[in-house]
């Protein structure tokens, strides 16, 4: 079983900056792709940004240029470093990762319990 533990969340006005994190626990083999999605109120969830192992991004495009995501392999954790945060930017976020549970192969879709992101005007 992996455990996805989030943190960095908070109230922040507009212009402001957070940094989310999320650590992966647990048994596995090894994380595939790690990404960020974001789920506002009466809207469905929605791709934030992803990076793999070797450390290819994809944002959103409405994020492009104010969010950068990276990852630490060693820890087992994805950071999300958001900038110049708008409104419309507020959410609950939620860690994605995808795990190799063992040296067979394939792959298991974990989340994390989401993390508040409020940004006030």
């Known amino acids: 079983q992996v455990q996805l533990v989030e943190s960095g969340g908070g109230l922040v006005q507009a212009g402001g900056s957070l940094r989310l994190s999320c650590a992966a626990s647990?048994?596995?083999?090894?994380?595939?792709?790690m990404g960020w999605y974001r789920q506002a109120p009466g809207k469905q969830r929605e791709l934030v940004a992803t990076?793999?192992?070797?450390?290819?991004?994809n944002y959103v495009d409405s994020v492009k240029g104010r969010f950068t995501i990276s990852r630490d392999n060693a820890k087992n954790t994805v950071y999300l470093q958001m900038n110049s945060l708008k409104p419309e930017d507020t959410a609950v976020y939620y860690c994605?990762?995808?795990?190799?549970?063992?040296?067979?192969?394939?792959?298991?879709?974990?989340w994390g319990q989401g993390t508040q992101v409020t940004v006030s005007s």
């Open positions: 990076v793999t192992r070797a450390g290819s991004t």
């Open positions: 647990g048994s596995f083999f090894s994380i595939g792709v």
């Open positions: 994605n990762a995808l795990v190799v549970p063992n040296y067979i192969g394939g792959t298991e879709n974990y």
